[in-house]
């Protein structure tokens, strides 16, 4: 069936690096995608999302960039911190209509941040 | 604001025993869903609501039930618990438009032995 994918498993910077964490779906119907950063012991937390009318969104510290050619999604960190380490997702949604709320997510990222 | 409250944190049962999972919101959101997370996976729907007294199935339903006779809560119900079920378990919710996020429970850490 359709879903979401990551490329990379596991992802270790330094503190003050910029992170990327990639990302590929396959449904091309998808038009409304978020990231999600997971804790250990807790709930996703909402990031940043980005609906399908746009290619790049930023919010603070954060970019999620959007190739729909490519069916290709990013978040980019700026500046790392050791805070930032956590299982990132993403998730994809079909907008409006019978699909809403059916969120498919990725496998997962794990992002470590050494000081 | 308590957000997405989910009871209990922990629990373990016995093979065909059932429980019921708890999930309350405070924050009179429309949408509410329930998401299993196996370890090392993304989140898998099992049912989702629109509003009271309206519930669908999601990707992984079988062995569950739900039910949604308020705005507030949508508690998730596992009848005849096999080894399957282990996984811990989270309550979302969402208004009925995109643009502000799900908001998710803290999640069940559930093991049936």
């Known amino acids: 069936g359709e879903s979401v994918g990551l490329h990379l498993p596991t992802l270790s910077v330094q503190e003050g690096d910029n992170s990327i964490i990639n990302c590929a779906y396959s449904n091309s119907a998808s038009d409304y995608f978020i990231w999600y950063k997971q804790e250990s012991g807790k709930g996703p937390q909402f990031i940043i999302d980005i609906r399908s009318n746009m290619d790049k969104r930023q919010g603070q510290r954060v970019t999620v960039l959007l190739n729909k050619t490519v069916k290709h999604l990013s978040l980019q960190i700026a500046a790392t911190q050791p805070g930032d380490s956590a299982v990132y997702f993403c998730a994809e949604n079909k907008d409006g209509g019978t699909s809403y709320g059916k969120l498919t997510f990725g496998q997962g990222t794990i992002l470590t941040v050494h000081p | 604001n308590a957000g997405v409250t989910q009871t209990p944190k922990f629990r373990i049962l016995k093979i065909g025993q059932s429980m019921t999972l708890q999930c309350t919101q405070d924050m009179n959101h429309n949408y509410m869903y329930w998401y299993r997370q196996d370890p090392g996976m993304g989140l898998k729907l099992i049912y989702y609501?629109?509003?009271?007294?309206?519930?669908d199935k999601g990707e992984v339903p079988n062995g569950y039930n739900v039910s949604r006779s308020t705005t507030e809560d949508f508690p998730l119900r596992l009848e005849l618990a096999a080894p399957s079920q282990t996984s811990v378990y989270f309550c979302?919710?969402?208004?009925?438009?995109?643009?502000?996020?799900?908001?998710f429970g803290s999640g069940t850490r559930l093991t049936v032995v």
């Open positions: 979302a919710s969402s208004p009925p438009a995109h643009g502000h996020g799900y908001t």
């Open positions: 609501s629109v509003g009271a007294g309206i519930t």
